[in-house]
């Protein structure tokens, strides 16, 4: 490898490191994802790879609510190569915690990459990569990882679709056909409908700032283009849900009245300086924790402001910030909820929307790239106006801090009895009051704000400002994942309780409760419902999105106590009949039938289009029972009965 190759190859290399850092409650192992990531992410990722493992297409989860078409899964990213990539390695514990690091690196790379297409430098660009792959939104949602896995590719989309503006070339029309791809295919539709309404925003700004009207006719030309690329990309992904969505119990409008405490509300706006302050007081923020967070750094604002302030500004800093302002309006929650997105087309169907504030980080980092650049750039104005607000911070945030301690008088009574250190730190976060937490981070971001002060006026400021730089979004995310990204379990612990699922695809009625361990109380508040890996067909509704009309419907009937007693396969009239498990796969399986009369067969998996039945190798149709499950026509000719599922054509 020659010295330019290693040049090129620093910034990303330096990018790892500071994520492995930053993350390092969770890229050391020693703590484990938290509540929706192991209990509703991963249980499909484990079938995923079990599948693949044992030679089999991953097509039909059956053990998720009476069988689910994983293939079509929404929440789910199966057209992701990603998780083709991690599902032929194995999904465990580990490989989990790497596939999500993975992501928020590429979200911090596609960061980097769009600093140096806009011909920033090197340092401003790599500021820009740490900026996102550390800001609130991947800290805060870290837990949710179908929203970490979608906005990691915004970066890269934007950025393609900048290049293609200037050389609308065939590298970066694919360019962004493929990112549109990666971004929708991430396994959740909330942030691809929200990318499509930061598109058309942007879209509609860019002539109208450029004042380029007599190239109107040119600019929605390229644009078409772009939109006709990204469904040829698309197409697979949009078939899946094409086959689903008549099926789909949540592919209609969501109640918003039910939803409101799940958006970035104005007290939210806090974070923005003060993180830390947000992980308590429900009632004063009204959403929930993780949807409270917009850091991105104590420079990523204070310049966000410098570019406020700045009476030149340049047209993609007008477009972007209007833009993200837009896009932070549509995170809120409460009233404006439920006044707006009623009216809106596809956001309807959207529950969450706190998530949508990475739209406006991205923006409000973007926009101050641009003076951080002129700053690094030796701009001495730009320069002057950093150290002004910088000076007006320190003085307001260390007012603010005396003031908190005089005023609210925050005394700690906690409990110093713990078994371990980690028990300490849990006894400290569990007793700690809003008071204490917004007096901490007063003390945290006064301290910042004077240690950056002072790297500017240091002989070498531009290395000593950088890595004071590196210390805000590390320590901040420090003290933010042990609350809202990782729990107090380590990875180890994690994969010890996977590691007691039994191997391969038991036939139904061989599990008696001996081939899988059986995991206690702790244990399941850990992974979630066991039935996801004791490989059991007949279990109790999962709480999880992925569910199909007929079977919520199942759930709500009389029927419901009276069919999951039943074993996998019997019949109707003859209840003591002997029906034996030939062959079973999560696709596939045949039965072995003595029926002394005309009956009918009942399976329990979902009645699902891509089903086809076959009676002696004879095709025979397949109708629904209550509503919800398979039922074949049978008599006493009927040996040998053969189901399998392959996506719907």
């Known amino acids: 490898m020659n010295q330019r190759s290693i040049r090129k190859l620093k910034a990303p290399l ?104 806009l011909n920033f430098l090197k340092k401003t660009s790599f500021i820009m990569g740490c900026m996102f792959m550390c800001c609130g939104f ?65 879209v509609i700004l860019h002539p109208l700032f450029s004042h380029s009207y007599n190239k109107l006719k040119e600019f929605i030309i390229l644009n078409f283009k772009l939109i006709i690329i990204s469904f040829l990309f698309l197409s697979p992904l949009l078939f899946s849900y094409f086959t689903l969505f008549p099926f789909y119990s949540r592919a209609g409008a969501v109640n918003h009245l039910e939803s409101t405490n799940v958006g ?31 850091y991105f750094s104590l420079l990523g604002f ?32 409460g009233n404006v909820k439920e006044s707006i997105y009623v009216h809106l087309p596809l956001l309807k169907s959207v529950r969450t929307n706190g998530e949508y504030r990475v739209f406006a980080i991205f923006s409000l980092i973007l926009c101050g790239s641009f003076e951080i650049n002129q700053i690094y750039s030796g701009n001495d104005a730009y320069k002057s106006k950093l150290k002004l607000l910088l000076k007006g911070f320190a003085i307001f945030l260390l007012l603010g801090a005396i003031i908190i301690a005089i005023l609210l008088n925050p005394n700690l009574n ?24 917004l007096l901490i981070s007063l003390l945290v971001a006064s301290f910042l704000s004077v240690v950056y002060l002072w790297s500017i006026y240091r002989n070498n ?29 380590s990875v180890f612990k994690m994969q010890q309780i996977i590691s007691k699922s039994p191997n391969g695809f038991p036939s139904p009625t061989s599990i008696n409760g001996k081939t899988s361990q059986d995991i206690n109380e702790e244990e399941k508040a850990l992974i979630g419902n066991w039935s996801w890996y004791d490989k ?39 209840l003591n009949a002997n029906i034996g498990i030939a062959h079973f796969t999560p696709n596939s399986f045949s039965l072995n039938l ?31 029972y209550c509503e919800t499950f398979m039922a074949i026509a049978v008599n006493e000719n009927s040996q040998k009965v053969t189901l399998s599922f392959t996506p719907a054509h």
């Open 461 to 489: 400021w531009k290395d000593i400002l950088l890595l004071v730089f590196l210390l805000d979004i590390c320590l901040n995310s420090w003290l933010l994942l042990p609350i809202t990204g990782v729990g107090r379990t």
């Open 138 to 202: 991947f800290i805060g949602n870290l837990q949710h990882i179908n929203f970490l896995t979608c906005a990691a590719f915004l970066p890269w989309l934007i950025s393609f679709w900048l290049l293609y503006q200037q050389k609308p070339n065939v590298k970066n029309l694919l360019g962004f056909g493929i990112s549109t791809y990666l971004l929708c295919a991430g396994g959740h539709p909330a942030i691809p409908i929200a990318t499509a309404f930061y598109g058309c925003i942007l």
């Open 594 to 624: 003595h029926v002394p009369r005309t009956d009918t067969l009942i399976i329990l998996q979902n009645h699902f289009p891509g089903w086809k039945a076959y009676i002696n190798d004879k095709r025979v149709p397949i109708f629904p």
């Open 14 to 117: 330096l990018l790892l490191l500071v994520c492995l850092i930053a993350y390092l409650p969770l890229s050391s192992f020693l703590f484990s994802l938290k509540n929706d990531a192991f209990i509703y992410n991963f249980p499909n990722k484990f079938f995923f790879s079990e599948a693949l493992r044992h030679g089999y297409l991953p097509v039909w989860n059956p053990y998720l609510n009476f069988g689910f078409p994983l293939y079509a899964d929404p929440g789910f990213a199966w057209w992701h190569p990603i998780t083709w990539l991690f599902g032929l390695i194995g999904y465990n514990a580990y490989t989990f915690t790497i596939e999500v690091l993975l992501y928020i690196y590429i979200a911090g790379l596609g960061m980097y990459r769009l600093g140096r297409n």
């Open 414 to 437: 906690l409990s110093i009895s713990a078994t371990s250190g980690i028990q300490l730190i849990k006894n400290v976060i569990d007793n700690i009051t809003f008071k204490h937490t």
């Open 302 to 333: 204070i310049s966000f402001l410098v570019f406020l302030i700045n009476d030149r500004k340049n047209i993609l800093q007008k477009i972007f910030c209007i833009a993200g302002l837009i896009m932070l309006i549509l995170s809120f929650g």
């Open 536 to 574: 059991q067909i007949v279990h109790p509704k999962i709480e999880y999105p992925s569910l199909l009309n007929g079977t919520e419907r199942f759930y709500q009937s009389s029927d419901t106590a009276l069919v999951k007693i039943k074993p996998f396969a019997f019949l109707l009239s003859n």
């Open 264 to 294: 970035f509300t104005l007290p939210s706006y806090i974070s923005f300086v003060l993180p830390l302050s947000t992980i308590k007081n429900s009632t004063f923020f009204l959403t929930d924790v993780s949807m409270r967070n917009a």
